[in-house]
């Protein structure tokens, strides 16, 4: 097993003044699913803790962990409906404000399998997209999205201009929270930047993941958690002006898109966000404090709801083999006694084991295939999408668990 390796200062600002508020135990990594023929294999598992950092509020995991994009890196952004709409919304957005055409260009670090940069090829205005994860960047390839395969810094920004000059737009969603050079990544967006270009960033607002107790948005692939305030110091560091916020509550349970540009141009909105989040104390330890207290009241209430269950001889299921579902199952300690099989809609997912705890995935069919009495949503924030979907299994008696901010059974 390869080891992780603790930090001792702040990925952003480099101080060592670091507190830790909450700790998960050791989990294997999220996404590095496991096959069948492993099924009696113990699992690698790595530390996986929650600091703050009192110098510039930056939410972050205290370890770095090896390989975490391996060859067959499972997430598949296309499967979920509700994230193609939103991300149609978002590049139909960038199009009409930024007056975009066919001499434009935009870049998505992070493009997945090209969900969202093929908005933009549709109506014929060049994309480039760059993303690490082999399978999903030649999905996106074969799909007409020109796709580099690698991990993006400011290394890579100068040969990006190079050969393609600078971008008019740059989208970063769900990527900032994965990278552990941080700041070799915002100064790679910088110089690749058009001098009045924009730069959307989106990532689960971490006030969010404290006040709904998210627990299992945290994995080894989420290095940061991010605020307006941090993402706002961040920034400044690298002659970057943090400009505008957007709020989706129903995304990912609850996303920050920021706006950044090279001048200063900020609007009311993103003031307003950064007086709240001083006003209710976000840059200071005492507002995570009392968290981990709370994450571990979800788990023991979670794990008494589903012994009761099973005891009573009612079958349980789960929906959704997401990386947060690998964390809660890790973490709670919810192995295929509590918890019999997974269904997930990711053809990439199904017929291998769950990490860590290893409960079979399958086609979200086989809900209706064996009627399990309850189904444990692991991909709670998709949810509505869900209960929309699995209409069938409701009608016919079927009732969902939704685990956080408290577990509940959705009829």
């Not at 939103?86 to 975009?100: I, W």
């Not at 740059?170 to 929270?177: D, E, F, S, T, Y």
């Not at 006694?337 to 809609?345: A, S």
């Amino acid at each position: 097993m390869l080891e992780a390796t603790r930090r001792g200062t702040c990925r952003h600002c480099g101080s060592a003044d670091l507190h830790t508020f909450l700790d998960l135990g050791e989990t294997p990594i999220a996404n590095v699913l496991v096959e069948p023929w492993q099924s009696d294999d113990v699992d690698a598992v790595y530390p996986l803790d929650l600091v703050f950092c009192n110098a510039c509020s930056l939410v972050q995991i205290s370890h770095d962990v090896p390989e975490l994009f391996p060859e067959d890196y499972p997430y598949y952004s296309s499967v979920s409906d509700h994230l193609l709409r939103h991300s149609a919304d978002h590049a139909n957005g960038l199009v009409e404000t930024r007056g975009l055409g066919d001499k434009s260009l935009v870049i998505e670090l992070a493009s997945n399998d090209g969900y969202l940069l093929r908005n933009f090829v549709e109506q014929g205005i060049p994309v480039l997209g760059i993303d690490p994860a082999p399978g999903p960047a030649t999905a996106a390839i074969e799909a007409g999205v020109p796709t580099l395969i690698n991990f993006f810094g400011v290394d890579m920004a100068d040969d990006v201009i190079a050969e393609h000059g600078t971008a008019d737009v740059i989208i970063a969603n769900n990527v900032m929270a994965h990278v552990p050079d941080l700041n070799g990544f915002v100064a790679g967006m910088k110089k690749l930047l058009a001098e009045d270009g924009v730069i959307t960033v989106e990532n689960p607002y971490v006030r969010d993941l404290i006040e709904h107790a998210e627990f299992d948005t945290v994995y080894h692939e989420h290095f940061c958690y991010y605020s307006a305030s941090s993402v706002q110091a961040i920034m400044k560091t690298h002659d970057l002006s943090l400009n505008d916020v957007e709020y989706f509550e129903d995304l990912h349970g609850g996303t920050l898109r920021y706006h950044i540009g090279h001048r200063v141009e900020q609007t009311e909105r993103v003031k307003n966000y950064l007086e709240r989040e001083r006003e209710s104390g976000m840059d200071s330890l005492a507002y995570y404090a009392a968290f981990g207290d709370r994450v571990a009241g979800v788990r023991r209430d979670l794990r008494a709801l589903l012994e009761r269950l099973r005891s009573s001889g009612a079958t349980v299921a789960a929906y959704g083999a997401a990386a947060k579902g690998a964390t809660l199952l890790n973490y709670a300690g919810i192995g295929t006694d509590l918890v019999e099989f997974v269904v997930d809609r990711n053809v990439h997912k199904q017929g291998k084991l769950m990490p860590g705890t290893h409960q079979p995935i399958y086609d979200t069919d086989t809900l209706e295939e064996r009627k399990p009495d309850f189904v444990l949503l692991l991909a709670w924030n998709f949810k509505n999408e869900i209960v929309e979907q699995q209409s069938a299994y409701l009608e016919a008696g079927g009732q969902f668990i939704v685990p956080v901010p408290s577990p509940a059974i959705v009829q």
